[in-house]
């Protein structure tokens, strides 16, 4: 992972000019697939033979009233539900950042990111990790000290040093306030950037997924309703015509009225 520091202004100003490393030929076809899967609690069916292909390096956002099951994916995807049927299939590590950083309150910042880290030497890795997300001044800080901007730096950092092919994010910026919540989506795009691992983000915010991903996913009535992809350059402007387009069909898709799009 060392070979692969850069700076994480470096990482951004290759997010902001679009530049992204080639495809690997050698890559497989996809990096999560999916078909059939279901997932019912008591008498309610959450997932119903839900159908999904995330190909490698692609960065998906999945949107959805709350209740309908993208979590419940999520944790699918992530080997956290056993009880899911149908076929379900991962290439390679995967990797997960929640809402809340779950940081080890008792343990440093510096031991939380090597936590349960198979490698030579985790602490080497957890230290690039963290110089990686901007945090290597506060290796040895104790978790209740961080902000929450940085305690998401830090879950990052720990979702990343174990180079997944996957990375599934369950909202983890919605409890940040609004400036943070921007520098942390050039940070995401930055090591998306760097590590082209495939990204899946749960997200209640249209904007969010507009800003932020290829391919915007709709899940409804415990399938995907709804796919679009994103071609517009990053950094986007959410102005422009077709995302102006784009948010008012997706907010439509979730059942919002026109007139309570602005």
């Not at 149908?86 to 936590?115: C, I």
């Not at 104790?142 to 040093?161: D, I, K």
């Not at 921007?182 to 590590?195: C, G, K, N, P, Y």
């Not at 948010?247 to 919002?256: D, Y």
């Amino acid at each position: 992972m060392a070979s692969r520091l850069r700076s994480v202004k470096d990482q951004e100003q290759s997010a902001e000019r679009g530049v992204v490393s080639p495809p690997d030929p050698l890559e497989p076809a996809t990096a999560a697939s999916v078909r059939g899967l279901s997932r019912t609690f008591g008498y309610r069916t959450v997932l119903d033979r839900l159908d999904l292909d995330i190909a490698p390096g692609e960065f998906i956002a999945l949107i959805g009233r709350s209740g309908s099951g993208k979590s419940t994916l999520l944790r699918a995807l992530a080997g956290l539900d056993r009880e899911v049927t149908g076929q379900l299939s991962v290439t390679g590590p995967v990797s997960v950042a929640f809402q809340e950083p779950r940081l080890v309150p008792w343990k440093k910042v510096l031991a939380n990111v090597a936590l349960g880290l198979r490698a030579t030497d985790p602490e080497a890795s957890a230290r690039t990790a963290l110089d990686e997300v901007g945090l290597a001044e506060r290796a040895s800080a104790w978790p209740a000290t961080l902000s929450g901007g940085e305690a998401q730096r830090a879950s990052l950092a720990r979702a990343l040093v174990r180079e997944p092919r996957l990375l599934l994010l369950d909202e983890p910026f919605s409890a940040l306030d609004a400036l943070t919540r921007i520098t942390m989506h050039r940070l995401v795009l930055s090591l998306w950037t760097r590590h082209r691992p495939a990204v899946l983000l749960v997200t209640h915010d249209v904007d969010e997924a507009i800003a932020l991903a290829d391919r915007v996913l709709v899940l409804g009535e415990g399938q995907i309703t709804h796919s679009s992809p994103i071609t517009v350059p990053r950094p986007r402007d959410r102005d422009h015509p077709d995302l102006v387009a784009l948010r008012l069909r997706l907010l439509t898709q979730l059942g919002v009225p026109a007139g309570e799009t602005d």
